[in-house]
C-alpha cells in the first residue's frame, strides 16, 4: 500500500496534488530558460517532507507527456523510498556505487505514470566518501544521458555533509523545511554554506501528521523561480 501523503498516486484530484503540479510547472518553467536536469530535494533536518516531496514531484515529471524522469534515493545512511512505495528490490544506489550491479540493473520502473526509481539498496555509513568520488559522478553522468530530469532524495543538510556534494554536482536544489518544526535560524545556517546559484527555492511543508490536516505552500518557491 502507498503512503498516503504520495498525493500524486493516491489523490490525483486533490487540491494537495495540484500544489505538487504547480511545482512541476515551475521546474518545467525553469528548464526552458536554464539547465535543469538534476535537481536536489533536501531538507535541514530528519522528517520534514522531503522524500514525500521528491516522490510526488518525480511521479508528476514522469506523467508529463515526452518526458522521462529517474528518482534516486542517496540517503544510503536510512534509504525510504521503496518504504513509502511498497515495493522491495534486489539491489540500489548502494551495489552501483560499491561495483556489485550496474545503473540499468538496478532502476525499477513504476507504473501507470513511468517513473523510474533508482532506490538506496543497502544502507551503509561510508556516504560521504562514496558520494564525492568518481562512481557517482560516472553514475549521474550516465543517468543524465538517459533521463530528462533526474530528482536525487538528498540527506538532511543539517546532519551530514551528503547533501552539500550532491547540490555542488547538480544543477538546482529544493530545500523542504517543515513548519512549527524547523527552525528559522537553522535554515539561515544552512543556507549560508550553500552555493545560492543552485538554490531554486524553499518549500514549505506545514503539516505531514495526517493527509487530511497536511498542506504545501509554494509561495516563497515561486517567488525565487519566476
Known sequence: MFE????A?????SSYCEEYRSLRTHVLHKSQKQKLQAIVVASVGPAEGKSVTALNLSWLLAQTDGVKCLL????LRMPSLTDYLGIET???LSEVLAGQ????ESVVKLEPAGLHLLPGGEPRSD?????SGPKFKEILREAREMFDYVIIDAPPLGIFTDATVLINQSDGALLVVRANRTRYSNVDRVMESLPRE????????QSEDVLDESH???GYYKKRLD
Not at 498516503?4 to 498525493?7: A, D, H, I, N, T
Not at 556516504?127 to 558520494?131: H, N, R, S, Y
Not at 531554486?200 to 511543508?205: C, K, P, Y
Open 4 to 7: 498516503p501523503r504520495l498525493v
Open 9 to 13: 498516486i493516491t489523490s490525483p484530484s
Open 72 to 75: 534516486i534515493d542517496s540517503d
Open 90 to 92: 534486489e539491489s540500489g
Open 101 to 104: 550491479s550496474t545503473l540499468k
Open 127 to 131: 556516504v560521504a566518501e562514496l558520494i
Open 198 to 205: 543552485r538554490m531554486l527555492g524553499v518549500i514549505l511543508n
Open 216 to 218: 504545501y505552500n509554494y
